[in-house]
């Protein structure tokens, strides 16, 4: 069920900095959204972005979507121990895909204090 | 936001018995429900869309008859792993939507740990 391929697998930084990381998708779609899965734990939903949105902000997140390229970036500022998690991108049901989400490999995020 | 109640949280169980886990959709009603798959440090694998009423839609690869899953009400769906093996040790998470289907609310998942 995956589309999407996610980089870095996995990134390491220092609480305070930004943490950015990427995804690229391959059909079209009408919006993408990021989840946030904690460890053993089920995924939480953060952002939508919408296709015809070029930059989304929630807080300390910061999504931008290219459609053009098919990708879109997770940046995360001011980074904290509790934001440690694994972070997928995620593209919903279309007439490309049928009736299922498919999420990317993920990110997992590591921020140490 | 919309809440997905999964359990149970844990399961440890000898091969060859079968183990139930629920998915229940705590204050909607959900349209459609996802059963998934996840192995250590991967991404999620679907194997299954059930819809309240009709036959589970299964992915390929995955057993039907392993695998059973009912989807009675519009608020709980229940997937049974019959006759475990330890091969089927893994994370199960359950995820729902309604409305426009937008997007995903996920269970707590279930760890799967067959003997």
């Known amino acids: 069920s995956q589309q999407g391929e996610e980089d870095p697998q996995a990134l390491s930084i220092q609480e305070g900095e930004n943490a950015t990381m990427n995804c690229s998708y391959k059909?079209?779609?009408?919006?993408l959204q990021w989840y946030r899965q904690n460890s053993g734990r089920g995924l939480v939903h953060l952002i939508l972005i919408r296709s015809n949105e070029r930059e989304k902000h929630s807080g300390r997140l910061r999504v931008t979507l290219d459609t053009s390229k098919k990708s879109s970036s997770l940046l995360i500022t001011a980074s904290r121990a509790a934001d440690t998690a694994s972070y997928f991108c995620a593209t919903p049901p279309s007439p490309d895909t049928g009736n299922q989400f498919y999420f990317g490999t993920g990110t997992s995020l590591t921020v140490i204090p | 936001g919309a809440v997905v109640s999964q359990h149970p949280s844990w399961v440890i169980c000898k091969s060859g018995t079968s183990v139930k886990i629920e998915c229940r959709s705590l204050d909607f009603q959900a349209t459609t429900m996802f059963w998934y798959r996840q192995f250590p440090k991967q991404s999620l694998m679907l194997m299954a869309t059930s819809n309240e009423g009709s036959k589970a839609t299964y992915e390929q690869g995955v057993e039907k008859d392993k695998f059973l899953i009912n989807h009675a009400s519009l608020t709980l769906s229940t997937l049974t792993v019959t006759s475990a093996h330890p091969e089927d040790s893994s994370f199960y998470i359950c995820s729902a939507s309604f409305g426009s289907n937008e997007k995903l609310f996920f269970g707590s998942g279930t760890q799967l740990s067959v003997l």
């Open positions: 059909t079209s779609i009408n919006n």
